[in-house]
Structures are given as structure tokens and as C-alpha cells.
């Protein structure tokens, strides 16, 4: 493992680790270029090895107004706590980021990894994302009154450990 960091800074840091290590064995064995569904699976397959629980195509409900308007897929979710999104993309776009936040926030989720297949190095498309919610003290604690996010890469997240930010 990395340098150790607050919890309050790097939620589930252990466990995004493992997430992330599991991923990159996935992408030396099969390189870029297949559709997500391969990656899918192989990534199921090393983590379960693993020994961790993973669900598949896991679904939740989207709500408005304390209404449930609809549901929101996740592609995976490891130990019931991170949120994974899988793409075979040239490049991500904001559009893949706002799809995992609005995840993170439909699921209750503090931790999600989005992770792009289709690059020479799998670093160069994984992207770590925190749903920071603020919980008001009033007669619905569990309603979000705040949101924000963090997202920054693992060559970015490497810089700022190794001091060359």
C-alpha cells in the first residue's frame, strides 16, 4: 500500500487500493480494445479471487422530491462500498464523471472508481471520485443538503504524495 492518508482525505483508502490493483493485473493480462463487458468480467473474476463480494449491474433508485422518479445502474460494487464504473472509451469525458457522482450520490456511496480499459496504461484512465455529502441536523438527517466531489487521477494522486505537485 501508498503512503497512508486520513481517512477524512482518502475514504476506504485500503480497499480503493485493492479495487485499483485488481483492475491493472486485469488490464496487463488483456491490454486495451475489448468492450466493457470483458473487462467486466475479468475484473469480477480477479476480485472475487480475491476474496472480495462484488455485484454485478447493480440498479438504484433515483429520487425527487422523496419521490422514486427512476433507477441508475452501477456496473460493479465491491464490499458494498465502492462504486465502479467500466468504459472502453478513447477518452473520458465530464459526462462519464457526472454519470459516477450522480451514482455515488443515488447509492449513498462515499467512494467510486472510474476506470477507461481503452488506454496504453490503465493509470492514464482511472479517475477516484469522493461524494462528500453534508447531513443536515434536522428531522431527516439522511437528506443531502450539500454535495461536492473530489476527482483527480492516480499519476495526479502519485505527484502530490512524491512532493511534485
Known amino acids: 500500500m501508498s503512503q497512508a492518508f486520513p481517512e477524512r482525505e482518502y475514504p476506504l483508502q485500503g480497499l480503493t487500493e485493492e479495487v485499483i490493483a485488481a483492475a491493472i493485473e486485469v488490464h496487463r493480462q488483456l491490454g486495451p480494445g475489448f468492450v466493457e463487458k470483458?473487462?467486466?468480467?475479468?475484473?469480477?473474476?480477479?476480485?472475487?479471487?480475491?476474496?472480495?463480494?462484488?455485484?454485478?449491474?447493480?440498479?438504484?433508485?433515483?429520487?425527487?422530491?422523496?419521490?422514486?422518479?427512476?433507477?441508475?445502474?452501477?456496473?460493479?460494487?465491491?464490499?458494498?462500498?465502492?462504486?465502479?464504473?467500466?468504459?472502453?472509451?478513447?477518452?473520458l469525458a465530464a459526462a462519464h464523471k457526472a454519470q459516477l457522482r450522480s451514482a455515488l450520490k443515488a447509492a449513498g456511496k462515499r467512494v467510486g472508481l472510474l476506470m477507461n480499459f481503452n488506454r496504453a496504461t490503465l493509470k492514464d484512465g482511472l479517475r477516484r471520485v469522493i461524494n462528500r455529502v453534508r447531513r443536515a441536523n434536522v428531522a431527516s438527517p439522511a437528506m443531502p443538503v450539500g454535495y461536492c466531489d473530489l476527482c483527480v487521477s492516480v499519476s495526479q494522486q502519485e505527484r502530490l504524495v512524491n512532493g511534485r505537485a
Open 38 to 91: 470483458i473487462y467486466e468480467n475479468a475484473l469480477v473474476l480477479e476480485l472475487q479471487t480475491q476474496g472480495h463480494q462484488v455485484e454485478r449491474q447493480v440498479t438504484v433508485d433515483v429520487s425527487y422530491r422523496g419521490q422514486t422518479v427512476g433507477q441508475h445502474p452501477i456496473d460493479l460494487l465491491v464490499d458494498s462500498e465502492i462504486v465502479v464504473e467500466l468504459k472502453s472509451v478513447e477518452a
